[in-house]
């Protein structure tokens, strides 16, 4: 693990665990609080493992009210709160501090009202995106936005997140999912945001907190938009001779005015994890992969297909399989959603990257990705939603080695650095947590960071909730990577943190 | 940037109308207000100035010399556009290549001048007002991937990118929607951009009912069929002061009768269409003769003249528009007074209302029942007999503290369009 600022330990709050423990049992059920140190472990870590952290603190509360008074009281003794949903993140926006309160959502695990006339459902934040679907599929309809954890992530988080999918280039994110919310914010305020109208008047406060990894306020509710579940889905397996080949077939598709439903590419190293590990079928002998998914009615997706499938001709595709029933088109994603334990098959640890660029970059920036894995000399292998040109380069390392955890995070923020310069973005839909905090400077000026971090003020005066994620440690950004501790003290330790 | 402090752009001292050319005369000019404190209305080509408070700055910050594409890519879906652009002129270069803003953009022209007036980029953001496609493929910020802006201490700021999947650091791009140029003077946009389809067709309903229409409506959304625009003409209530008419305002050759319109639009290939508008008109038991089907060009000029609320054009009375959740807007009607006329849109979600005689008290009346059905209202045009409403749109005190706080991180001293939406912000 590397070093990390993060914001100073609070001693005094460390030195009242007992009275602050006591005071929480007034506010929640006793055994909804967790603080014994055997009990705290399970919450060291979310979805980003290479950091550990056991908060002080562990809350379960069980409903808006609960939240209200914890953040009220935490606000008053001045303690910080560190909110988690399923901890499935991957950017370590959920690492709890030394001298945080966890507040976990899990028992927010309730669908309150589903909603046809209105074509919307009301849920809990602790519910996981894939029971939402589940919650709706008889009358045939489901939510859009289907990220691969979406068995285990939880919709609060996905709004904490705005997270994406395979299915974003058609449906969007989650911020174009969502129609309300009902939030917390630090101070103990409750106040409901949208509802089950289109848009909200006045500032899109609902557009702000999505995506704002629980700095901005805690999500005890969300109302979703569903969607009727399309007539007819097919998806199309091409495999091409080079990388280059592929790239170009995306960009055709887009240009020729057609929006698949998904559209994922994936590199070689990958396609054989993934086909050693599912026995998905795929072309072996290709050196990129593209999967295209097509929805619609019966008319549109043969239309469809048959124009992909001439595009696919045209840019040299050296196989094409179109999957004929659901049954094979499922067999066609097994690999894709398999992509990461696939990696973790093959090396005992990986990183996944999570980097955004313009579509017709791909080519490129998958080049300039082999030539930085030779010379770190970590095995990546590649998965990308091409359609939206969101990469996850999974970089393969072996944490026992000592400092290999270190030079992978380099490699990453090299990755990184160079979707930016190609005119990307450091994340499509991990987040910036922790992992990408130092880097934001690659993107946004001094200027662009203050307006932000004076929003995050404005709703959270004392910078309480989930501080040290996102934002830079220091008022100005660092020069270069991240910034290492040495003997417990930070360089700068008079300039304010955030 | 000490080098920029000392370059000096040709701000006029005595005039009240400032027209910056660019992005680093409007960060000037807003930074000597900022030191000044003197409070600035903010505007493009002016063809939504007068929804909002009307404003009574010393000092007017026009922007619409602030225009060009800066860069389009169409295989990247995406215009980077300077904020003054006008909108026709963005549609019209998008139309080179079958693509479209899919929003479908408001021409506001013709309510409060009786002729097209689209206005700029910047103020499409601002209102974060969208068009009948709105059901299908989201709103204005639903499709802006990155803006530059001033703020109100005259920084120049941006948020966002070029690219679809972003999420690093806070999604500013949506609060500036909507913000009416509260928050921020925009400077830079860039727009998600969609392809065009091949075809449009319209199913027309003939003298559905309210209940009969909003049914329909919703099966009809509910269905696989991929509607892209619904809408509910009525001809009721019949009020002497603000009379529907339709005949006049489509003069459609194929629309084959006069009563209340229900219209669905289907866009696509024109094979998928045709299937679509079958399996819809399949969906009803209605003798064909209260069906009509408007082709593509029919189709386009219906749909160009409900988005631009032509019905409306040229009233004196006032027009607010409703936004609730779908099941509650029969309900919400009947609750009113019957001195109105009005179009439903996005399949029922909003309501569009022209309403004639009213008064303060009435409007505020009006906005307690639209808040009990879980919506708000905006007044969109003032009129000659209510020419100032205290309450515009529709806030509770929770959300107007947020809002404050918010106002207060872009404009500290609130010196942009104060007072535009809310007093106090």
Known sequence: MTNLTMPRIDKKTILKKKIIVKNLKKILKPENVLDHEDELRPFETDGLSAYKQKPLIVVFPENTEEVSKILKYCSHERIKVVPRGAGTGLSGGALPLADCVLLCLGKFNKILEIDYKNRCVVTQPGVTNLSITQAVQDNNFYYAPDPSSQIACSIGGNVAENSGGVHSLKYGTTTNNILGAEVVFMDGSICKLGGKTFDSEGYDILGLITGSEGLLCIITEVTVKILKTPESVKAALIGFPTIEDGGKCVSDIISSGIIPAGMEMMDKELIHATDNFVKAGYPRN???MLIVELDGTKTDVLELMERINKIAIKNKASSIKISKNDKERLKFWAGRKAAFPACGDMAPDYYCMDGTIPRGKLAEVLKEIKKLSKKYNLPVANAFHAGDGNLHPLIMYDSNNKNELAKTEKLGAEILKYCVKVGGVLTGEHGVGIEKRELM???????????QIKIK?????????????????????????????????????????F | MFMEEKQSFPISQDSDLEIPKTEKEVSRIIKKFYKSNIPIEIIGTG?????????????TLNLSKLNGIIEYLPEELYIKVKAGTRIDKIENELKKNNQQLAFEPIDFGYLFLEKSNCGTAGGQVACNIAGPRRLKSGSIRDHILGFRAVNGRGEIIKSGGNVVKNVTGYDLSKLICNSFGTLAAITEITFKVLPSAAENKTLVVHNLNIESSMEYLHQAISSSNDISGAVYLPMFPSCENCKMDIKSTFQLNDLKQNGSLTALRVEGSKKSVDERVKNLQKKIAIPESNISVLESLQSSIFWKKAKNLEFFAGTKNNIFRIVLPPSETSKLLYELPKKFKY?????????WMEACELSEQYFNSIRKKVVAHGGYVSMIKNSDFLPHVEDIFTINNARFDISQSIKKSFDPKRILNPGKMYSGI
């Not at chain 1, 400077?441 to 307006?451: G, K, Y």
């Open chain 1, 286 to 288: 290709a050196e990129a």
């Open chain 1, 441 to 451: 400077c690659e993107m946004f000026n001094n200027t662009d960071i203050q307006q």
């Open chain 1, 457 to 497: 003020k404005a709703l959270d005066v004392g910078s309480l909730l989930n501080p040290g994620k996102v934002y830079p440690i220091l008022r100005k950004c660092a020069e270069e990577g991240r910034i290492h501790v040495h003997g417990g003290k930070t360089k700068f330790s008079d300039i304010p943190r």
């Open chain 2, 47 to 59: 063809s939504k100035r007068k929804i909002g408070k009307s404003l009574q700055c010393g000092k």
């Open chain 2, 343 to 351: 179009f439903l849109d996005w399949g029922g979600a909003v309501i």
